[in-house]
């Protein structure tokens, strides 16, 4: 039986001194991803619409970790938005070393209940936010000779239904891994990305979870956020300091057998 890692794997204050961005780290899978990076010493800066949340889950990550987050509101969609965030990262911390790019939209919908701004605002959420991003930050992890993680998925892999909305999205962003690995790395700047499987007790899971319910996962588990924490610490640590360009895949190697019948 495989066990679910604890926060004790890795040197305590590998990241102290370095300063994280993530955007989606207010909840979920991206919330695990920096609390991780703040209990090892980063200092974070939290982006995603909802003020609120953000603002509950910066407190409540800086009580449990003894670090700092800072929250900072606005959508991945607006480039004036991302550029705010990103200046209010270096102009408060003085660098940037590392980004997350996570925030996301889902829903689970058939091609024939799919509206033209459905699949639009999925792929602007996921993809044109990764994208607005990480233009803006590029310059300041080239300074710092930092690295970027791109959170995707494995939906595209098999063709997942009533998913095709996210699994492009997904897809482009693989690819826009490999694409900066090439252009960043002459700067000193790793790209890698993350591809979780399904994981237990997110709002993902919360949304889709019915369509997953004949999955088969080999390591008998669901995946928990800390699978993916953990994988983050060690994508942005000097141990991985040869590795760009790939996407980690952390899934259990979970085979979909979907239920593609009914009514979404
Ligand atoms: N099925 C089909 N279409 C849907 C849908 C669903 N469950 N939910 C939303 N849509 C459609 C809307 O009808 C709208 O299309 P229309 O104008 O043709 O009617 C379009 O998607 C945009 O919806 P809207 O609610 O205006 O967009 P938004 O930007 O406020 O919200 C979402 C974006 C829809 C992705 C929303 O679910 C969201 O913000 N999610 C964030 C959290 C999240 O999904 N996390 C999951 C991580 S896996």
Not at 13 to 23: A, D, I, P, W, Y
Not at 41 to 53: E, L, N, P, W, Y
Not at 84 to 99: C, P, Q
Request: aromatic share 8%.
């Amino acid at each position: 039986m495989t066990t679910v890692p604890t926060t004790k794997i890795f040197k305590e204050n590998l990241f102290t001194g370095k300063v994280l961005l993530c955007s989606g780290g207010g909840s979920g899978i991206c919330r695990a991803m920096t609390e991780a990076m703040v209990q090892h010493g980063a200092t974070a800066v939290i982006f995603s619409r909802s003020k609120d949340k953000l603002e509950k889950a910066a407190k409540e990550m800086a009580l449990k970790t003894g670090g700092e987050v800072f929250p900072v509101a606005g959508d991945v969609r607006n480039p004036k938005d991302v550029e705010r965030v990103v200046e209010i990262a270096v102009e408060k911390y003085g660098r940037l070393d590392y980004l997350i790019n996570g925030a996301a939209g889902n829903f689970l919908a058939a091609f024939d209940h799919l509206s033209y701004n459905a699949f639009k605002t999925v792929i602007e959420i996921d993809l044109l936010g990764t994208f607005n991003l990480t233009k803006a930050a590029a310059p300041h992890l080239k300074k710092s000779k930092g690295a970027i993680i791109n959170v995707s998925a494995t939906l595209h892999y098999t063709g997942t239904p009533f998913q095709q909305h996210a699994g492009a999205a997904k897809a482009a962003i693989d690819a826009l891994t490999k694409h900066w690995a090439v252009e960043l790395g002459p700067h000193g700047v790793r790209v890698n990305g993350i591809a979780p499987g399904p994981i237990k007790d997110t709002v993902g899971m919360e949304k889709l979870g019915p369509a997953f319910e004949h999955s088969v996962v080999p390591l008998q588990r669901m995946g928990d956020v800390q699978d993916v924490a953990q994988s983050t610490v060690f994508l942005f640590s000097e141990g991985a300091s040869y590795i760009t360009g790939i996407v980690l895949v952390v899934d259990g190697m979970s085979i979909f057998i979907m239920f593609c019948s009914g009514d979404h």
